[in-house]
């Protein structure tokens, strides 16, 4: 069952070269609401937790470095089918593949420098939300009025 929430970062990359500002207007003009969101800079031992599932690929070891070389923002999403709705957003993981006009292709460098990250189920969403929120930090939102 799809869950509503996603959750990402805007990757040190993009922050360096001043993207902020045009991507998260991407995800309000797609419809996402921003739950929860922090400006910091991850340390190699936060950054190498976050991507443990990875640790045996290649690309681990670089992946770590580059996350945390700069600020990062972290962000919890909020929309119907957030997950999928935001990996179509974002497009593919090589910002070379991506679709013209997604985040990738607009704001990444290469695979692993490509501006931003989403999570890729609901599972993880959760996961990786609480890597970086703590319970009171994912705000409840009321959607009464």
């Avoid at 902020?20 to 991407?26: C, E, R």
């Avoid at 609901?122 to 930090?137: K, Q, V």
């Amino acid at each position: 069952m799809a869950t509503n929430r996603t959750f990402t970062m805007i990757k040190p990359i993009a922050v360096s070269n001043g993207f902020s500002g045009a991507i998260l207007k991407m995800f309000h003009e797609a419809g996402f609401r921003l739950i929860s969101m922090k400006y910091l800079q991850m340390t190699p031992g936060q950054a190498g937790a976050f991507y443990e599932v990875h640790k045996d690929k290649p690309f681990y070891a670089s992946l770590v470095e580059f996350m945390s070389s700069g600020p990062i923002i972290a962000a919890i999403l909020e929309k119907e089918n957030a997950v999928e709705e935001f990996r179509k957003l974002i497009g593919a993981t090589d910002p070379s593949m991506a679709a013209p006009g997604t985040i990738r292709n607009l704001y990444g460098k290469n695979l692993t420098e490509n501006a931003v990250h989403g999570s890729d189920s609901d599972e993880n969403a959760e996961l990786e939300s609480s890597f970086f929120f703590s319970g009171i930090e994912q705000y409840p939102v009321d959607h009464s009025g």
